[in-house]
């Protein structure tokens, strides 16, 4: 929380991708997160440029959300 209005999450995540996008045989990032009460990540990803790819359920009470994010040279 202290860090929360800094940016520091959108740095760490781009460095990442950047990194990620060296690797040869990458084309892109696969994530999955809690879809419940849980706008605000979901939303930082789509703002990142991530986009969602399905929704499912790990436990009848927990539904999870998956994004991926694809890599422009593909």
């Known amino acids: 929380p202290s ?6 999450g959108y740095k760490l995540l781009a460095r990442y991708l950047e990194d990620a996008q060296r690797c040869s045989n990458v084309k892109g990032v696969f994530l999955t997160t809690d879809n419940n009460n849980n706008e605000k990540v979901i939303n930082f990803y789509n703002f990142s440029g991530f986009n969602i790819y ?3 359920c790990q436990s009848p009470s927990r539904p999870m959300v998956a994004l991926i994010y694809y890599f422009e040279n593909m």
């Open 54 to 56: 399905s929704t499912f």
């Open 3 to 8: 860090c929360q209005g800094t940016s520091i």
